[in-house]
């Protein structure tokens, strides 16, 4: 007689909890926040602030609605980490209501309305971005120039900064610059990117800005590889297919396109490689399917980046790949004991 195995969920009694998990994920983002914080102002905590606020009271509100235990879910510090996700991502001189829209969308439609962490099939994170940046363009370009290339006296103050979130100054385009991929996208910075030190000085520091940005959520991802909680195949596709893309496009044609290295460090190229595209609700979960889902990612991010409407791509590379995440997975099975290759559709009631 056959039987069905019913291989999950079970009760976890190790230390690795999904609380945990999200809260080492929300500490590891911890230094790409400092340095962001540091080199574009109070913008980003206060996003931050907003983006939490608006998450926790969303979450709770769906399930007092769907008649879940509020408190337990809360506790499970997904909707924080959601939150956060979105808070680090959007422009720090962002309007408020961009933010509630953005985290109250990425809860309430992208979670919640399929049931819930773990039922969702597309990363609620980069739901919320997408729908902001597609419906709110104007803002969501308005990216605070660093503050180690802004004119002196021209950086603004904690209080300057709630102003502009929640009143939008009137001289905000006086703080705000070109990011580098905005740049490279009107080719700005293609005369001289190949070697920082020719650039002129303002996209010569808004490039180390963006650099030293990605080098500390590269740092953070590192910390989530040595604590087990993602494996390396995702981010290694990820950033490996961007650089070969952009090296080959280099190569044939030095004039119109950005070295891979250029690419790798502006933008949210490390971010998306270890916080966004290792989702493991939405991503693949066979190795061989998250070395196919990172480098498709990869190559989405270079394609959108350079003949796209917009300047980055990290967050269309993602949700495009969650489509294909399930059929990746399908053909990419790990071969289980006793069986000479992988077994795909195996029907209920079949033996094995």
């Given amino acids: 007689m056959a039987l069905l195995r019913i291989t999950s969920p079970h009760t976890q009694r190790g230390g690795h909890r999904t609380s945990w998990v999200m809260q080492m994920v929300i500490l590891a983002t911890i230094p790409g926040i400092v340095v962001q914080s540091w080199l ?48 680090v991502a959007l422009p720090p001189s962002v309007p408020w209501w961009v933010t509630v ?8 439609f992208a979670k919640q309305l399929y049931g819930g962490l773990g039922n969702n099939p597309f990363n609620p994170a980069m739901v919320g971005y997408a729908i902001v940046l597609v419906s709110f363009p104007a803002p969501m370009s308005q990216w605070l120039g660093a503050q180690d290339i802004v004119a002196s006296g ?40 190949t070697a920082f ?33 993602i494996t390396w195949h995702t981010p290694v596709a990820l950033l490996s297919a961007l650089f ?9 044609d030095l004039s119109n396109t950005a070295t891979p290295l250029f690419h790798l460090t ?7 490689a270890f ?29 959108i980046r350079s003949w796209g409407g917009y300047p980055d791509g990290v967050a269309f590379g993602v949700l495009l790949m969650n489509f294909a995440a399930p059929l990746i997975d399908y053909y990419t099975q790990p ?7 992988a077994k795909t559709g195996l029907k209920i009631g079949e033996d094995n």
């Fill in 40 to 87: 574009f102002g109070w913008g980003t905590p206060i996003n931050l602030m907003i983006a939490c606020i608006t998450a926790l009271l969303s979450e709770a509100a769906i399930l007092a609605i769907r008649r879940r235990a509020v408190g337990f879910f809360l506790k499970d510090y997904s909707a924080l980490l959601t939150a956060v996700l979105l808070g």
């Fill in 101 to 108: 829209t953005a985290v109250s969308f990425a809860i309430i």
């Fill in 154 to 193: 021209n950086t603004l103050s904690f209080l300057q900064s709630l102003h502009a979130i929640f009143n939008h100054l009137p001289t905000i385009d006086a703080y705000t610059m070109a990011t580098p991929l905005d740049g490279f996208k009107h080719k700005d910075l293609l005369d001289s990117q």
């Fill in 197 to 229: 030190s020719t650039v002129p000085a303002l996209q010569a520091a808004s490039i180390n800005s963006w650099l030293w940005v990605n080098l500390a959520y590269l740092f953070g991802g590192l910390a989530l590889l040595w604590l087990r909680i």
């Fill in 244 to 252: 070969i893309m952009a090296g080959v496009f280099h190569i044939f």
């Fill in 266 to 272: 502006t933008g949210a190229a490390m971010f998306g």
């Fill in 275 to 303: 916080f966004i595209a290792t989702d493991p609700v939405s991503s693949c979960t066979s190795n061989r399917g998250k070395l196919i889902y990172g480098a498709g990612i990869g190559i989405l991010i270079y394609i």
């Fill in 335 to 341: 071969r289980t004991y006793g069986h000479k290759k």
